[in-house]
T-cell receptor
């Protein structure tokens, strides 16, 4: 079974440009998450999709970031315009739908390899 | 929101020795605590997790302990091997499919 894939693996852009990151979750995983790790800091949550709906977008830093998941399959994260502080590694993760146990269930989040974004 | 602190930031151990990484969390509603290992150039992968109704869990050379009263949990690696060298992240969550709140990561170096 293929894992979570992300594209591109690296992106170098200039301040003010636009970049779009893509994530393909594991097939059948309704839950898709975006996280970001800025150099030396923690991996921070950005947002969570359940199928095509945004379940939690409380971690999105500002309106320069736009995430979409049309059709509930792959997701894109667009940064427009990019700023220097947007540099970091962007991770995508996916997990299965909750079982009958609801919040008593604990579904592993499977991570992609990340996209390293450098804004110059 | 949840705040997870992770210590130390780097840890060097001789091969065969034990390594311990400690984390604290702030949200008393957190009830799921996974540990991820990220080897150089690879994706973070879950190595062990613990739920709030359990105080300790072991899987071969790794174990995790949880103290809910003190809001801290620890990862223990025994008989360390060079392939244990990696960055280890602790995380906390309210369970289900809720988001994970991560610590800053701990670089573990196993010296042969």
């Amino acid at each position: 079974e293929a894992g979570v894939t992300q594209f591109p693996s690296h992106s170098v852009i200039e301040k003010g440009q636009t970049v779009t990151l893509r994530c393909d979750p594991i097939s059948g995983h309704d839950n898709l998450y975006w996280y970001r790790r800025v150099m030396g800091k923690e991996i921070k949550f950005l947002l969570h999709f359940v199928k095509e709906s945004k379940q939690d977008e409380s971690g999105m830093p500002n309106n320069r970031f736009l995430a979409e998941r049309t059709g509930g399959t792959y997701s894109t994260l667009k940064v427009q315009p990019a700023e220097l502080e947007d540099s970091g590694v962007y991770f995508c993760a996916s997990s299965q739908p909750l079982g009958a146990g609801g919040l008593s269930s604990y579904n592993e989040q499977f991570f992609g390899p990340g996209t390293r974004l450098t804004v110059l | 929101g949840e705040n997870v602190e992770q210590h130390p930031s780097t840890l060097s151990v001789q091969e065969g020795d034990s390594a311990v990484i400690k984390c604290t969390y702030s949200d008393s509603a957190s009830n799921y605590f996974p540990w991820y290992k990220q080897e150089l150039g690879k994706r973070p992968q879950l190595i062990i997790d613990i739920r709030s109704n359990v105080g300790e869990k072991k899987d071969q050379r790794i174990a995790v302990t949880l103290n809910k009263t003190a809001k801290h949990f620890s990862l223990h690696i025994t008989e360390t091997q060079p392939e244990d060298s990696a960055v280890y992240f602790c995380a906390a969550s309210r369970g289900g499919n809720n988001r994970l709140a991560f610590g800053k990561g701990n670089q573990v170096v196993v010296i042969p």
